[in-house]
């Protein structure tokens, strides 16, 4: 299957501090990016989906200007969590769809803000 | 709105059969997918049906009857590694994937 690459893995910070984590689909171009959070023993929640090119569309509750997303090109979208405070430590996941509508997650980053 | 529903956590033996129940209503429906997720990692791809009835792939199977919103997950032979959560998912008109919360499942010796 389709490769999917996140990157850092984990990641850990002070308060206040932005984390920028990007997605990158290896050998397929991604029309659209999702990202995802998964707090611990939660299901994963959808926060934004990205096209490349256009503004991303954020879920109910997702504030867009703590969490910036830029899907420059087919194959790279990053999320950007500004003035991380200790309650944005997550699971995020970011996944990609080919255009057979075909899912492919990354490995996930893991938050840890201080 | 959307629902997909699956129990919360189940637990089964070494060795046996579990099945594990998904009910769906969405807007829309393109496919019904199945996700396996270990603590700590992301999902992997299970199964995918988009037509009524059985799918088969090694030990585990899935299975879709789109009349009634039902979707079940059969895994055979379990193994101590099937430990895990298994998610499953919808993917509705917009080719969005709706998710359910998922179903823990314990193996026991």
């Known amino acids: 299957g389709a490769v999917v690459s996140q990157h850092p893995s984990w990641v850990i910070c002070k308060s206040g501090t932005s984390v920028k984590i990007e997605c990158r689909s290896l050998d397929f171009q991604a029309t659209t990016m999702f990202w995802y959070r998964q707090f611990p023993k939660q299901s994963l929640m959808l926060m934004a989906t990205?096209?490349?090119?256009?503004?991303?569309?954020?879920e109910q509750g997702v504030e867009k200007d703590k969490f910036l997303i830029n899907h420059a090109s087919l194959t790279l979208s990053t999320l950007t969590v500004t003035s991380a405070h200790p309650e944005d430590s997550s699971f995020y996941i970011c996944s990609a769809r080919d255009r057979e509508y075909e899912q492919f997650f990354g490995p996930g980053t893991r938050l840890t803000v201080l | 709105g959307q629902n997909i529903d699956q129990p919360t956590e189940m637990t089964a033996t070494e060795g046996a059969i579990v099945q594990i129940n998904c009910t769906y209503q969405?807007?829309?429906?393109?496919?019904l997918f199945w996700y396996q997720q270990h603590a700590g990692e992301a999902p992997t791809f299970l199964s995918y049906n988009v037509l009524d009835g059985l799918e088969e792939k090694g030990r585990f199977s899935s299975f879709l009857s789109r009349s009634k919103g039902y979707s079940y997950l059969l895994l055979k032979e379990l193994q101590m590694k099937d430990s895990a959560s298994y998610l499953c998912a919808v993917m509705d008109s917009n080719y969005q994937l709706i998710w359910g919360a998922g179903t823990k499942l314990i193996i026991k010796p």
């Open positions: 990205s096209n490349e090119g256009s503004k991303a569309t954020y």
């Open positions: 969405t807007s829309g429906f393109n496919g």
